[in-house]
């Protein structure tokens, strides 16, 4: 990741320090270099750090020696922290952002809903965590409406909430992030907000439904005015450390040699992007908090694949045949909710804003990525796990009796 250096001149001393971390990243890693004019001066000992998103020039006038201080930052690192929601697929969106951001040199706390010792932690990505804390990021648990009483003294410069999907869940967070003058907000919402159209894909700006949860916290969030904040919608997600089933929903039943059951013709659009593209859409987003500020933004890959395509390339990444049938779920009575792990429209929304504003692209190849899931997928034993296929086989024989008939 490379930065263009800024230079500034600074004041010694109006260095302002914040309380350490417990487990937080050594200042050293702030990588902020100094150029400094021959002077002589008592300041000289006290560290630097600047609270601002880009350094202004200024001179310092003492009354021994009139002097400046030439700093160069080339990297600004900052104080994150990540709400992490602790069910669902979204949840290795804040790992994978926390692990890219502590590969910058950026200072990461991740809050995890719920108990360490719950058992939703026995699951990836939160398995994983302890790849967060070696690389010298900090993890607590908790309740994020009491998210001060947790962070304790502690200082942050930006706040991602990966975790709430209404008000009552966002507020406490935002509010606590308000008054404790966080610069950036950032919150992750939903792509499936947009209204259904007639044109496809859905864009930023695209109509959205009045009654959806997270459109009431996008608004919360923008009224509340933060020096940056930036929306972002994902959709579906693959990538190691997953825990929601999708792509493992087609391997299931290709690894086992049963046909694979899809609603309707199978010509749907929908969006699956590896999430290491969703956490650099956010990284650049706090790299650049004046470019993303008041932005939404499609947390998604730049390519569609239809739900057949889906089904061709799991089969192509297990190395087997693939059997696939075709249903209408009404004329069954089949809660396609339950039987398919995607909606059974056009689901599908373009990242156009972050091409045009971060300057982001998709890194997302869903060839390659699915080997890599599925070679995950084997060495959990999960192909050779006994499972029931209750709702396909009630789809199989209802076909079956509408062909007898």
């Given at each position: 990741m490379a930065t263009a250096a800024v230079s500034s001149l600074l004041p010694l001393h109006s260095s302002r320090r914040t309380p350490p971390i417990a487990g937080a990243l050594p200042s050293s890693l702030a990588r902020r270099s100094f150029s400094?004019?021959?002077?002589?001066?008592?300041?000289?000992?006290?560290?630097?750090?600047?609270?601002?998103?880009?350094?202004?020039?200024?001179?310092?006038?003492?009354?021994?020696?009139?002097?400046?201080?030439?700093?160069?930052?080339?990297?600004?690192?900052?104080?994150?922290?990540?709400?992490?929601?602790?069910?669902?697929?979204?949840?290795?969106?804040?790992?994978?952002?926390?692990?890219?951001?502590?590969?910058?040199?950026?200072?990461?706390?991740?809050?995890?809903?719920?108990?360490?010792?719950?058992?939703?932690?026995?699951?990836?990505?939160?398995?994983?965590?302890?790849?967060?804390?070696?690389?010298?990021?900090?993890?607590?648990?908790?309740?994020?409406?009491?998210?001060?009483?947790?962070?304790?003294?502690?200082?942050?410069?930006?706040?991602?909430?990966?975790?709430?999907?209404?008000?009552?869940?966002?507020?406490?967070?935002?509010?606590?992030?308000?008054?404790?003058?966080?610069?950036?907000?950032?919150y992750i919402s939903s792509a499936g907000i947009y209204k259904t159209g007639d044109e496809v894909p859905h864009v930023e700006g695209d109509p959205v439904k009045d009654d959806a949860s997270h459109v009431f916290v996008e608004k919360y969030i923008a009224d509340l005015s933060f020096s940056s904040w930036a929306i972002f919608r994902p959709q579906y997600m693959t990538g190691s450390g997953n825990n929601k089933d999708c792509e493992e929903w087609f391997f299931d039943r290709i690894v086992r040699n049963r046909p694979v059951p899809i609603p309707g013709s199978g010509m749907q659009l929908t969006n699956i992007a590896h999430v290491r593209d969703l956490s650099s859409m956010l990284s650049l987003a706090v790299e650049k908090p004046l470019a993303a500020n008041g932005k939404i933004f499609n947390c998604v890959s730049d390519r569609a694949v239809t739900l057949d395509g889906m089904a061709k390339l799991c089969a192509k990444a297990a190395g087997r045949e693939l059997k696939t049938v075709h249903y209408d779920p009404k004329a069954l009575g089949i809660d396609s909710r339950k039987a398919f792990p995607f909606r059974i429209m056009h689901f599908y929304a373009e990242p156009r804003a972050a091409k045009e504003i971060l300057g982001w692209t998709s890194t997302t190849n869903l060839p390659e990525d699915l080997k890599e899931r599925f070679d995950e997928y084997v060495s959990i034993g999960r192909d050779k796990k006994q499972m029931q296929f209750d709702i396909d086989d009630k789809i199989l024989e209802s076909l079956k009796a509408m062909v007898t008939v």
């Open positions: 400094l004019l021959p002077i002589s001066s008592p300041f000289l000992s006290s560290p630097f750090t600047s609270p601002s998103f880009y350094p202004t020039s200024k001179r310092f006038s003492s009354p021994s020696s009139n002097f400046y201080v030439k700093a160069v930052a080339q990297e600004e690192k900052k104080k994150v922290l990540v709400v992490n929601t602790n069910s669902g697929g979204h949840a290795v969106i804040g790992f994978y952002f926390a692990r890219q951001l502590l590969g910058s040199g950026h200072e990461v706390t991740v809050l995890t809903v719920g108990e360490e010792s719950s058992d939703k932690m026995k699951k990836p990505p939160f398995t994983r965590f302890s790849e967060l804390v070696s690389a010298g990021g900090r993890t607590v648990w908790g309740d994020p409406a009491e998210v001060g009483k947790i962070v304790g003294t502690a200082t942050f410069d930006v706040v991602l909430d990966n975790n709430g999907k209404d008000l009552d869940a966002v507020k406490p967070v935002a509010d606590w992030a308000k008054s404790a003058g966080v610069k950036q907000f950032l």
